[in-house]
């Protein structure tokens, strides 16, 4: 009997022909993940058992007698390890009957999301939103059309656009070969190039603009450039002790909670206490700033050591998997030129000159009264998850006001969204899902929301709520009034 081109192509892929391992993967991807996400109506949990499941069969394909029977014989696979997963996502597993991958495994599987990182991040801006969305942060068809603002049918075709695009880098991923992006390398290189200058330069200013575009951002590169540039500047200027306890001080009184934050019968005041009490499984937290060791940490920085900042997070917080804490601080926004309000990372984005950028930020720089958000959890976290808990304070809080989310880039996040409520031009929030934090178990995944108090406050009360100026270096000093 004449073999069937599928018969031929497993047959190939068992002598490890990297082109019919990809055939394999291209006719039956849709099939593992549809079948993963069957028993456990996850998206994700189903792409990371469809990815594992795909692996062993292809590592275990000497196994199979019949290769017409592929299909049906993966599929016991992807079941199998479906519904193990599920288990271990339900409740923990005990120590005697947990999956413990080989560090090998282990570690392949690490590889293996970063390389799928990297090729989605080499994507158009439109196109990775697009997959973003759809394959990976929970959203449907329609929910994620919403969210970009486009007919369904438009996003349809991105994804349709996307997939094609990515074909070649999965291709590139199954013959394990990295799916290099001779930009992103250009880019890289024009970046070393550029702290060799100094970091005050434009070109580097132009560079980093680059740089913080690319997705995933670079960070062990731009680790060992800002720790040479902080070890050479430490080296020339130690901190001495009055000048720690001014920069404490000033510090504290930039990021703390206002006075009127913390006045109930203040509109701002009396909407954080509504945002508080309409988490109650949020514990409240907030920086102590006096026992924080500033020579200490610019020493851990310049170092490249991570616990340099451990004080922004909450106690305990890398040893727990699943908890959530809501912290008072106060956040920097610049007024452009053209009134409306952004981060400093979206400034520069917008700006074309390190003198441009400067320039907006001494005239438009402002200070926002901020409920800042943090939370974890072993199970994935996704996008949706982010816009669903901000829905849930519009409709508690301001249920008469109407709240639009728009995609927001910001390097620290794998995907985050940006919240305005009717037409303030103050963010109501801005966050979304963290990339992987260092220490963190790699079955953890955090989210971080910046509350941006004036919005809410304004809308409660009817009143205008402005934001607040930068206090004076006099000020800041305690010889003025915030």
């Known amino acids: 009997m004449k073999e069937s081109p599928e018969q031929d192509c497993v047959e190939r892929a068992k002598q490890g022909e990297p082109a019919a391992i990809a055939e394999l993967y291209r006719c039956y991807w849709r099939a593992a993940r549809a079948a993963a996400y069957g028993v456990t109506g996850n998206l994700t949990l189903a792409e990371d058992v469809a990815s594992e499941a795909f692996y062993a069969a292809i590592e275990g394909l000497h196994e199979l007698r019949d290769t017409q029977r ?20 339900i409740k923990p597993a005990k120590p005697s009957d947990s999956y413990a991958p080989a560090p090998g495994e282990r570690l392949e599987q690490q590889e ?28 449907n068809l329609k929910e994620a059309a919403g969210f970009l603002d486009v007919p369904a049918g438009t996003l349809k075709r991105r994804l349709h656009e ?54 995933p951002v670079p960070d062990k590169l731009l680790k060992e450039i800002m720790k040479k540039h902080w070890a050479a500047k430490r080296a020339k200027t130690p901190l001495p002790p009055e000048k720690e306890r001014k920069l404490r001080q000033m510090v504290a009184r930039t990021y703390g909670p206002s006075p009127r934050a913390q006045d109930p019968n203040h509109p ?9 009490a309409a988490l109650p499984e949020f514990q409240l937290w907030q920086i102590d700033w006096s026992q924080v060791d500033f020579s200490r940490m610019v020493q851990d920085i310049s170092e490249g050591n991570e616990k340099g900042l451990s004080f922004l997070r909450p106690p305990g917080f890398i040893e727990g998997s699943q908890e959530a804490f809501i912290s008072p601080t106060r956040a920097f926004l610049v007024q452009d030129e053209d009134g409306s309000l952004c981060t400093p990372y979206e ?6 000159s390190v003198e441009a950028l400067k320039g907006q930020i001494k005239q438009g720089k402002r200070l926002s009264d901020v409920l800042n958000l943090l939370w974890k959890n072993s199970e994935p976290l996704e996008l949706r998850a982010v816009e669903n808990l901000l829905r849930h304070l519009s409709e508690a809080i301001v249920p008469q006001t109407p709240a639009r989310f728009y995609p927001h880039e910001e390097p620290r996040f794998r995907a985050a969204l940006r919240m305005q409520l009717a037409n303030d031009p103050i963010p109501a929030a801005i966050g979304g899902v963290l990339n992987r934090l260092p220490r963190l178990p790699d079955d953890v995944t955090v989210a971080c929301v910046d509350v941006y108090l004036e919005p809410w406050a304004a809308a409660r009360s009817g009143q205008a709520v402005e934001l607040a100026d930068v206090p004076s270096l006099l000020d800041l000093l305690g010889k003025g009034n915030q």
């Open 70 to 89: 592929f299909g049906p014989w993966l599929r016991a696979i992807v079941i199998r390890k479906a519904a193990k997963a599920k288990a271990r996502s």
């Open 268 to 276: 701002v005041g009396a909407a954080a206490s509504a945002i508080c």
């Open 112 to 139: 293996l999301a970063a390389l799928i990182h990297e090729a989605v991040g080499t994507l158009d801006e439109t196109y990775r939103e697009a997959l973003s969305l759809f394959y990976f942060e929970g959203y």
């Open 347 to 352: 400034l520069m984005q917008r700006k074309d």
């Open 162 to 215: 996307g997939r094609q695009r990515l074909r070649e880098a999965a291709e590139r991923i199954l013959k394990g070969t990295r799916p290099m992006n001779p930009r992103r390398e250009q880019i890289l290189q024009q970046l070393r190039d550029a702290a060799d200058e100094g970091v005050q330069s434009e070109t580097f200013y132009q560079a980093m603009r680059q740089t913080l575009r690319l997705r």
